[in-house]
DNA sequence: AATTTAATTTACGTAATAGTAAAATCGGGG
DNA sequence: CCCCGATTTTACTATTACGTAAATTAAATT
């Protein structure tokens, strides 16, 4: 039993089981130039980084992004550029997507924190209800 | 001047400043059902009560949720039901959404040390770029 | 009263993100 | 060799979350 990072190919089929999307949805993200499998003929074969690539975009959907800026984060995580400009930039826009994350996890902590009020409050009405039977 | 939660009412275009969305968007809340202004003629009044739903569902949004899970949150915030059935249906399906908060707040996390990693290499790189021109 | 400004209703349009169906093709097992 | 199941391409469809435009009306200003 080889693991995932050992083996050399998946297949398509075998990439919608493990993320639990569709064919047409891995596809889609091909089109879209997220992803490059290469072909033996006409089928499709991932290589262990196309497989690394559907992880961060499944994970970049779990946390709302849109294509369009998950396309955006993994563009960062290529080699950084030679140019002093184009680095800059690059730092920039880290700090950027770094503030929305920051961000987005702030709302978590507060909906969590309300969402353990709702619980609090329903054990409560639970046990009076324990009570009153 | 008085603090929004002072203010009896606001108007359309005042939570379209607020919030920075369109008086379409507002509306389209309405219509399914996330908010209930009243009305003075035609026009459209908003309590604070709405203006808090409203960033609730600004939170949600933020958080990738779409409208009915949003809905579904603001649900739980109403009053526990009083049969212990539904109580218990209301515990699981807060302790589901907490689940997918907590696993959003992991993908952040993630995200971000990655993130914190592509600026360390680029000031690396920067440094290299300094010291070699 | 006339004009301007703001808000409403209605309806159609659109981008993103896939779902689904049909027809063709390919590769492997018996 | 032939069939079967997996895969592909192509194209049409669907849903969500609004945008946009037009016509109408109400409110405020001159």
New interface residues.
Partial sequence: MKSPEQKQFFTITELTREFEVSTRTIRFYEDEGLIQPVRRGRTRLFKPSDRRLLMLIM?G?????SIAEIRE?IS??KE?P?E?GQ??L??KR??E??DQ?????K??????A???Q??E???T??AE?GVST
């Fill in positions: 994970r959907k779990r946390l709302g992004f984060i960062m995580y950084p030679g002093a680095l800059n690059l730092i880290v700090n997507k770094r994350l920051i961000q987005k996890r709302d978590i902590e507060e909906t969590i309300e969402l353990d709702v619980e409050q329903s054990l009405r639970m209800l």
